[in-house]
């Protein structure tokens, strides 16, 4: 394999495994805080503007990586504000959830 089907590949394996991340890690994620969630945010930010600045001659694989990035941005930011919104109207929900203090 060359080089840029190496990095392609790896590019769109980075893309899809931080969606996937930040889609398992919602429930795990506090309201007020969401760590997973906003770094995979700032990951896939920055894994768009490598794209954006990569070379055109990739056979429209960098446009439909650039793309695909861009749903998973979109999804990574509903995936938080569903958890926000999720805390803030159950909030018997995260007690129930927590250990009992002892």
């Known amino acids: 394999m060359n080089t840029l089907t190496l990095w392609k590949i790896s590019t769109l394996t980075l893309a899809g495994a931080l969606a996937f991340t930040a889609g398992n890690q919602i429930y795990e994620a506090q309201a007020e805080a969401q760590p997973q969630m906003v770094d995979a ?23 439909k990586a650039l793309k695909l990035t861009d749903e998973a941005i979109v999804e990574t930011k ?25």
Request: charged share 40%; no cysteine; hydrophobic share 30%.
């Open 78 to 102: 509903k995936g938080i504000a569903h958890d926000d919104k999720k805390k803030s109207v159950e909030p018997e929900l995260d007690t129930e959830l927590e250990p009992d203090a002892q």
């Open 41 to 63: 945010l700032k990951a896939l930010k920055d894994a768009k503007a490598h794209l954006a600045k990569a070379s055109h001659d990739k056979g429209g694989h960098r446009a």
